[in-house]
Every structure is written in C-alpha cells, then in structure tokens.
C-alpha cells in the first residue's frame, strides 16, 4: 500500500479508502444489495490487513448501521489513531426548517449521533454530503468549524458540489477565520469525468484532495461486456447514473477489458490504475473480500501514457447525473436557468 497527505491536513491516508456504502442491514435503507455484519467484518479486517487506513461511511448508509458496523470492526481489528474515519452528514429536513433548528444546532445533532454509531469520540473527517440550498452557507461552515474547535472532528471536507461552491465556501471560511475543506468527494470515473472540466483544476491549484466516489460505475468498469452482478441489478441508482450512456460508455469498457488481458490483471486494477493518476485516494465500495483485494493490487499496476491515451480517447460529455442533477434549487422563478444538455444545474 501506499499512502499520502490528506490535501492541506495532516492526515496519512492509504491510497485506497473503503466506501462503507455497502455495510449495513439490508432494508434499513434504500439498497437491498448490502451485506451483513459478519462479512462487513471479514471485508474491513481484510481491508486493513492490505494496509488500508482510510474508511468512509455516512449516518444515511442503511440507517446508521454502516457506521455501527465500522465502529465496531474497527474496534475489533485496529486501533483508533491507526485509522482515518470519514462519515457525512445530510442537509436538514424540512420538519427541521420548520421548528427553527439552525444549521449549527443540526451539524452537532447529527455529528454526535455519528459518534454513538462508531462508538468514537471523533471523526477524522467530516463530510458535507450535499448542498443544502435552505441553510445559509456561513451557519454551515460556522458549524463545521465548531465541530473541529470541539474536538469532535479533525478536518472537514465535502460531497457533491460544484466547483464555484466549493471555491465559495473555502474563501468564506478564510474571511471568517473557520476550517476550510481539505477533500471533495465526487462523482469522477473513467466513464464519468465531469470533474474535470472545473473541480481538478481548482483542487489542483488549492491542494484540496479529491477523494472520488462510484470510482468503479457501480461495477461497470470491472465487468466485461455481458457480466454481470446483484449490485449492478439491483442498483437502481447507479442504473440512473449509466443507463442513458451504455452504448457510448461501453467503447470505453471494452477497453478497460483489451488492457486488462494485456497486462494480465482485473479490470478493477485498471480502471482504479487510471483513477490513481488523477486523484488523491478513490473511494472503492466492497462488498466482497475480492473487491478490496483487487483494489489494492491496483496501487502497484502503472499504465503508460499511450494506456491512458487509449482509455481517455473515446469519451464524450455527459449529462449531470445523480445527486449533481437532483439536488438543485428550483430555479423556476429565476431570471436565469443553468444548464449542460437537458439537465439543469
């Protein structure tokens, strides 16, 4: 394994991180895909045998019982300050904008009952898992900068955002004296890069660390043409993301396949191989102990530039697809309306 700086913190963290996404108890949730604790267990124990420190989950996995699972695994199998631990935190709800609960008050509600999930005092690091568009900016990042004053967190980073709102809430943070975000946490793959018109370029520059997710579409990019699996399925959420883009996305797995029987490897090793020269750590779901397995073997595998030439050629811009499409403001009223093809932005 090999390991690097979290952008501007201090943390050491592997070049893989563990996605939780797919721990937790089946049905407490929206993914019916998901394994038990007994195999979370084996997958993390199997995970940090490998080198892997770095572990990302979030209080909307399966109910809370993602970060419960880790928790205690973690407990089990490794000590606290060997670990990075990374969970994310939802925007309020509308019961909470209705009785008035600020996005201070909500950040330290939901941080602590991250806490009693993974049995820890603290998180290493802690998400912003979407914009939330009905919370002024500056009460979220006064939040999350009481939360690192607190000791409850680390550093702070954030998920599924536009580059100018990242930009935005850093400088924020610099006028006022907060925590900035040190990581990202996109959706970037070999058959999804969009985040690379604006966000690389910013994270570049400010030394924020992109810690992409959906790193494998969901399985896509370690399946040849025809395979299959229960996830790729049963995930109607990634059937969302790729389904509109098969045939063109498909030039580009059959691709990761040629290089894949040239060098002998998996195509997981491929796709996270090319993933690796673009990013800080991508997070990569497991759900069986092959996946953590391939994954790590992929931080050994160097393409040349003629392979990474052949993988990136044949892309095409996509559509905002996902949480970036869904979670917009209702610009209905707007004098302007942003837009990449049909998708509102």
């Not at 300050?81 to 904008?97: A, C």
């Not at 005092?121 to 912003?128: A, M, R």
């Not at 894949?260 to 102990?289: C, D, H, R």
């Not at 393409?303 to 610009?331: K, R, S």
Request: aromatic residues 8%; hydrophobic residues 35%; proline residues 2%.
């Amino acid at each position: 394994m090999e390991y690097t700086k979290l952008g501007n913190s201090d943390l050491n963290v592997s070049r893989i991180c563990m996605g939780c996404m797919g721990f937790g108890e089946a049905g407490n949730g929206q993914h019916s895909w998901t394994v038990d604790e007994e195999h979370s267990r084996e997958i993390i124990k199997r995970g940090l045998e490998l080198g892997v420190n770095f572990f990302d989950t979030a209080i909307a996995y399966q109910s809370g019982t993602s970060e419960q699972y880790l928790g205690r695994a973690i407990r089990d199998f490794a000590r606290r300050d060997e670990v990075v631990i990374g969970t994310k935190f939802l925007p309020r709800t509308n019961d909470e904008i209705e009785t008035g609960i600020t996005g201070q008050r909500h950040i330290e509600k939901m941080l602590d009952k991250s806490l009693e999930n993974l049995g820890t005092d603290y998180v290493d690091l802690y998400i912003y898992h979407m914009w939330d568009y009905n919370t002024p900016l500056y009460d979220i990042m006064e939040g999350l900068n009481n939360a690192v004053k607190s000791g409850k967190a680390r550093y702070i980073g954030i998920s599924n955002c536009f580059a100018y709102q990242l930009s935005k809430a850093n400088a924020l943070a610099e006028k006022e004296g907060f925590h900035k975000f040190v990581s990202v946490q996109g959706h970037y793959n070999l058959i999804f890069r969009e985040e690379e018109r604006e966000m690389a370029r910013l994270c570049h520059e400010d030394n924020i660390a992109m810690t992409p997710y959906s790193a494998l579409a969901g399985g896509r990019l370690s399946k040849r043409p025809g395979e299959t699996s229960k996830r790729m399925q049963e995930d109607s959420y990634a059937h969302l993301k790729y389904d509109a883009t098969a045939e063109q996305d498909g030039i580009i797995i059959r691709r990761v396949a040629e290089l894949a029987g040239k060098y002998g490897v998996s195509m997981t090793e491929i796709s996270l191989a090319w993933l690796l020269t673009k990013v800080t750590a991508p997070v990569v779901g497991a759900t069986k102990l092959q996946h953590i397995e391939d994954a790590v073997k992929a931080v050994r595998l160097t393409l040349t530039a003629d392979d990474l030439a052949f993988l990136e050629e044949p892309y095409v811009p996509h559509n905002l697809v996902g949480v970036m499409a869904q979670n917009t403001p209702d610009t209905s009223k707007d004098k302007h309306v942003w837009s990449t093809g049909s998708q509102k932005i």
